[in-house]
């Protein structure tokens, strides 16, 4: 090896006398080994070649390239070179090289640095598992890079939030919820992580109750409360309550209460519940229209009944040129009003005459011929 390269000098001792002689100048012992000539340091994309030099006459010598005590067997050797193109990352070791049936006797190794932009960027979380609102969260950024990152930048979304290696969120909220990147700086380049997202769990917020009705007065009227709110994982549970009582009235989002009151609604989650306000809800009004209605309805179905009725009898009603009317020779021709005069009918009832009722069709023309005579006094 290149480090037994010395002066060398022997020396001779005796047993008897103890003399001592020490050869000058003596020997020099030099030695000559393989190196390997390379920059110490290129940037990610270049070229680079490295040389395996010797001051040995050899022959036609074939060279073998070391990569941290491996062979290398991809890369491109010419005599006694070896050609990195557009170099990476990866690149970067301790290479040396040796000539083939002397693999042992390999050259000192020389050390490649390889210059680059930040590379596997990524966020950890801590803790893990469910984030509850009210917690504290770190969260962490990793990268390699060459030089080391020095810069990093934290965003939610787009909107830039930190700086630092770490970045953490005491007492976490629902507003603190989405996609978070780090983005990792060194002078070479920049790269963003893949985005981790933020998923806070937090108890009901914002409930409230909304009014609809439905129906028509006439056949069936309802008022329908819904009730809405936010929470992480969603309500499921809905709890209706009427003012002044302490059991529950009904359950689910939707609920129609049948009793004037005011009303509120309890939403519910695995991390906690809360109530909305109050509500008031007055059917009594509704009430009062609908009888309305009703009555106001009747009264327009007996007019209807009275006049079918009453034209029904008018189309019944004899007429003054019937053969029955000219039989009996009568002179005057009856009304057209069914309801007839009152005079009239006081002096046919006054003179003992039992006249049909007009709806009565089975009046013969007999009868009548009795009565003329009557008739014609009563006229009179």
């Excluded at 390379?38 to 490295?50: H, K, N, Q, S």
């Excluded at 491109?76 to 070179?81: L, V, Y």
């Excluded at 090289?97 to 930040?118: D, E, I, K, W």
């Excluded at 590379?119 to 060459?146: F, Q």
Aim: hydrophobic share 25%; aromatic share 8%.
């Amino acid at each position: 090896m290149k480090k037994d390269e010395r002066q060398f000098y022997f020396r001779i001792i005796t047993r008897e006398g103890n003399l001592r002689w020490l050869g000058e100048p003596g020997v020099q012992l030099r030695l000559t080994e393989l190196q390997v000539e390379a920059p110490e340091e290129v940037t990610e994309g270049e070229t680079a070649d490295l040389t395996c030099n010797t001051t040995c006459s050899l022959t036609d010598p074939t060279f073998i390239w070391y990569k941290d005590g491996r062979p290398l067997t991809t890369k491109t050797i010419e005599n006694n070179q070896l050609h990195l193109q557009t170099v990476s990352s990866e690149d970067a070791g301790s290479y040396s090289c040796a000539v083939r049936g002397s693999q042992h006797l390999r050259s000192t190794a020389h050390s490649l640095r390889v210059r680059y932009p930040p590379k596997r960027v990524s966020v950890s979380i801590s803790p893990s598992g469910e984030i509850v609102e009210g917690s504290s969260v770190t969260l962490t950024c990793s990268s390699d890079g060459n030089p080391p990152v020095k810069i990093y930048t934290w965003f939610n979304g787009s909107t830039p939030v930190g700086e630092g290696k770490t970045y953490s969120i005491p007492n976490i909220s629902s507003e603190d919820s989405g996609d978070y990147t780090c983005q990792s700086w060194n002078d070479h380049g920049e790269r963003r992580s893949t985005a981790v997202y933020l998923n806070v769990l937090y108890p009901p917020k914002n409930v409230s109750v909304s009014i609809s009705s439905s129906g028509h007065i006439l056949v069936g009227f309802s008022v329908n409360l819904t009730c809405s709110s936010d929470g992480n994982p969603p309500v499921q549970n809905y709890t209706w309550f009427k003012e002044g009582g302490t059991s529950p009235v009904g359950s689910g989002q939707s609920y129609s209460p049948l009793q004037s009151g005011s009303y509120y609604c309890e939403a519910q989650n695995q991390h906690g519940a809360q109530r909305s306000d109050l509500v008031p809800v007055d059917l009594n009004g509704h009430s009062v229209i609908l009888y309305g209605a009703a009555g106001v309805g009747l009264c327009g179905v007996a007019v209807f009944l009275a006049g079918f009725f009453c034209m029904r009898r008018k189309r019944k009603s004899r007429n003054v040129d019937d053969p029955d009317y000219v039989n009996t020779g009568l002179r005057v021709k009856p009304p057209d009003d069914v309801s007839c005069s009152v005079n009239v009918y006081e002096n046919v009832t006054g003179s003992g005459l039992n006249a049909p009722p007009p709806d009565d069709d089975s009046s013969s023309t007999d009868d009548y011929e009795n009565i003329t005579d009557d008739y014609e006094n009563v006229t009179a």
